[in-house]
C-alpha cells in the first residue's frame, strides 16, 4: 500500500511530466515526444503518452522506473513517438518488471512491437495487451478512478487525442453538521459516509444525503497527438484543467500548419479559450524555434489564452482541481517513486 | 571532393568514434552501442557498427551527421544494438540525405527496418538495400579502397564480428635515388610511379620497380560483437591495428560471462595479446562498472596487454598504421564533416 496516501480531505498529487517535446527528430535540447501522467500517489502507476526514441533514457533523468508504467497510449504512428517502445520495454523487462502492461494505439502498434520483440528475441518478464483503436475512437479505458477516452484528429497519418478524466470524488461527511445534530461520533459516521440512513437511540432517522457535502469533480487532462486545428480537439479538451496541444508551428504560418497537417500556436490557443481549459501547454517544439525563440510561441499563444506555456523537456505540472493554479512547472516534494 | 586531402607521402586520417559504450540499456554516461568509423578524409563517409536506440541524438553531441553514413554494419539483433535504426534512417531523409545506404547484419534484420519504416509510414528520401550475411560469414563488402570482412561469433543469438582492412598504399616514388639516376623530373616520374619502365633520352631504360618504395600495408581494425571468448575472434583480429571488443564483464566473472555468451576484460586482453594487435579498446561496458569503477576493467586488461583503454562515449580514437600510438583518444584537429 502506498504510505504517502493522504487522507479524507487532501486530494493526491496528479502530474504531468514531459519526457520529450521536440519534433520529428531529437533535438540538442528536446527529445523526441514522450509524456508521463504520474498517478504515483492516487494508483502507484505511471501513464506514458507516446515513446519517442530515446524516452528510455530520458526516464533516467527522472524519477520515472520502467516498471511503473502499466499503461502506453499511443497517439500516432510516426516514428518519433513510436521508436522508443521496443527499447522501454526491454529494459522494464530487464528491471524485473512483472506488471501487466497495456498498449493502447493505432492499427500497427502491436505489429511493430511484436516484429521488434521477435528479431530481437527479447522475451518479456510480463505479459503485454495491445488495445488497438477503432478509427472513431471512444472510451478506450474504464477504470474505478479513471475513464481515459479517445478521438482521431486530422493527421496524415491516423492519430488520437486523449482525454483523461478521474472519477468524481464522494463528498466528504460533515462533522460539524452532525455535530450540530448531536449525532455521537462513532461506528454511525462510518455508514453516514456511505450514505446510509441511519437510526439514532433516541429514535430519530438521519438520512446520509443530508449529512454528505457535494462531491468534488475529478481531475482532467486532454493530451493531444498531431494535428491540424479540429473540432475532436475541442471535443476532448472542453473544461480540461490541462490541455496538452503541440504546436509544431508559430503565428503566421498557418498555410504550412496546415500542409503540414500540425497547428500553430495561435489555434492551439484559440482551441483553449474555446474549450474553457485551465492552462495550456505546447509541445512538440519545432528544431526551428530553438532556446529562446520558443518564447515566441508562449507569446503569441497568449495573447489569445494567457495561461499557456511552452513545455521543456522534464519539466513537471501538477493537474489541479477546478483549473486552478498557474503554468509554473513544479518541483517534485514527494518520494515520487513510491514501492 | 575532398579539400582536406593531403597529398602524397601524407596519409588521411582514419578514426573510430564511440558514440555509446554501454551494455543492455542506456546508462546516465554511457548509451547503448553505437560505433562509427569515420572515413571522412578518405572517402567522405562513416560506416556505422551497430546502431543502439538514441545513437542519432548522440550524434548531435559528435561530428558525424547522419546524411554522411553510407554503411551500417549491425553485429547481431539484440535490441541494444539495433532500436536505434529506424529513427537514424528516418532523421538521415528528414536532413535530405540522398546517398543510397546499405545496411549488412544478420538475417532479421530487414524485416525490422521495413516492418519499422512502414508501420510509420516513412518514406526514405534515398535507396537502402540490406545484405543479409550468410551464418559463417565471409568478405562482405569489398571497394577499391577497404576490404569488410565478418565471421560468426558465440553469443545467445547470431553475432558477428567485422575486420575492416584498408588496402595497401602502393610505394611512394623514390624521388632522390631518381636524381642520382639523373632522371630528369617532368612527365617521365609520372609513368614510373605507375610502375611503368621508361627508356631515356641517353637510351637508358630505367624500371619503375626499382624507383618506387615498398608498399605501405593499409591499416586494419576489427569490430567485434557480443560473443563469448571464440576463436574467430583471433582470425578476425591478427593483427590489427585496432581491437575493439566488448568486455560485459570483469576479472573473477568468467563464470557468469559464460553463461551470458559475453567476454571478460581479461579475456579480452588475452586475445589481444594473442592476436599480436596494436591496441585495445575495450567496450559494452555493464552498469555495474559505472564511473571509475570501469577503470577496474582497464586494470585487469592491462596486466596481460599493457595497450587497452576502456572507452567512453564521444571518444575519439585515430587509426595508426603499423600499430604506433597509444590509446590516448584524440582531439579532432581537422573539420569533421567535410563537404
Known amino acids: 500500500m502506498n504510505k504517502y496516501?493522504?487522507?479524507?480531505?487532501?486530494f493526491l498529487t496528479m502530474q504531468i511530466e514531459f519526457l520529450g517535446t521536440g519534433a520529428g527528430s531529437p533535438a540538442h535540447f528536446r527529445n523526441v515526444t514522450g509524456v508521463a501522467?504520474?498517478?504515483?500517489?492516487?494508483?502507484n502507476e505511471v501513464w506514458l503518452f507516446d515513446v519517442g526514441e530515446g524516452t528510455q533514457r530520458q526516464m533516467l533523468q527522472s524519477t520515472i522506473r520502467?516498471?511503473?508504467v502499466t499503461k502506453i497510449f499511443i497517439t500516432h504512428l510516426h516514428g518519433d513517438h513510436i521508436y522508443g517502445l521496443p527499447g522501454l520495454l526491454s529494459s522494464r523487462s530487464f528491471q524485473g518488471g512483472e506488471d501487466e502492461l497495456t498498449i493502447y494505439g493505432p492499427k500497427g502498434i502491436r505489429q511493430f512491437v511484436e516484429v521488434?520483440?521477435?528479431?530481437?528475441?527479447?522475451?518479456?518478464?510480463?505479459?503485454?495487451?495491445?488495445?488497438?483503436l477503432p478509427v472513431d475512437g471512444g472510451d478506450v479505458l474504464q477504470t474505478d478512478k479513471f475513464t481515459v477516452s479517445a478521438l482521431p484528429l486530422d493527421h496524415r497519418i491516423t492519430s488520437f487525442?486523449?482525454?483523461?478524466?478521474?472519477?468524481?470524488?464522494?463528498?466528504?461527511?460533515?462533522v460539524e453538521r452532525l455535530r450540530e445534530l448531536n449525532v455521537p461520533a462513532g461506528p454511525l459516521y462510518g455508514?453516514?459516509?456511505?450514505?446510509?440512513?441511519?437510526?439514532?437511540?433516541?429514535?430519530?432517522?438521519?438520512?446520509?444525503?443530508?449529512?454528505?457535502?457535494?462531491?468534488?469533480p475529478g481531475r482532467c487532462v486532454a493530451i493531444i497527438g498531431d494535428t491540424r486545428k479540429t473540432n475532436n480537439t475541442m471535443t476532448l479538451a472542453r473544461n480540461a484543467d490541462v490541455l496538452v496541444h503541440e504546436s509544431t508551428y508559430g503565428k503566421g504560418e498557418g498555410k504550412q500548419a496546415r500542409n503540414h497537417f500540425h497547428t500553430t500556436s495561435v489555434q492551439a490557443a484559440t482551441i483553449a479559450k474555446q474549450a474553457q481549459v485551465g492552462?495550456?501547454?505546447?509541445?512538440?517544439?519545432?528544431?526551428r524555434y530553438a532556446g529562446k525563440a520558443a518564447n515566441e510561441l508562449a507569446y503569441?499563444?497568449?495573447?489569445?489564452?494567457?495561461?499557456?506555456?511552452?513545455?521543456?523537456?522534464?519539466?513537471?505540472?501538477?493537474?489541479?482541481?477546478?483549473?486552478?493554479?498557474?503554468?509554473?512547472?513544479?518541483?517534485?516534494?514527494?518520494?515520487?517513486?513510491?514501492?
Open 5 to 10: 496516501l493522504k487522507k479524507d480531505k487532501e
Open 37 to 43: 501522467l504520474r498517478l504515483l500517489e492516487e494508483i
Open 161 to 174: 487525442g486523449y482525454r483523461v478524466t478521474e472519477h468524481a470524488h464522494p463528498g466528504e461527511l460533515l
Open 191 to 216: 455508514q453516514l459516509k456511505q450514505g446510509n440512513d441511519v437510526t439514532l437511540a433516541d429514535g430519530r432517522t438521519i438520512h446520509g444525503a443530508d449529512v454528505i457535502g457535494a462531491p468534488q
Open 300 to 339: 503569441q499563444a497568449r495573447s489569445i489564452f494567457p495561461n499557456t506555456r511552452v513545455v521543456n523537456d522534464f519539466d513537471v505540472f501538477d493537474i489541479p482541481f477546478g483549473k486552478q493554479g498557474n503554468t509554473k512547472p513544479v518541483k517534485l516534494t514527494v518520494p515520487s517513486e513510491v514501492e
Open 116 to 132: 521488434s520483440l521477435r528479431v530481437s528475441q527479447t522475451h518479456l518478464t510480463y505479459p503485454i495487451k495491445f488495445v488497438e
Open 279 to 287: 492552462r495550456l501547454l505546447l509541445t512538440h517544439i519545432s528544431a
Open 66 to 68: 520502467p516498471r511503473k
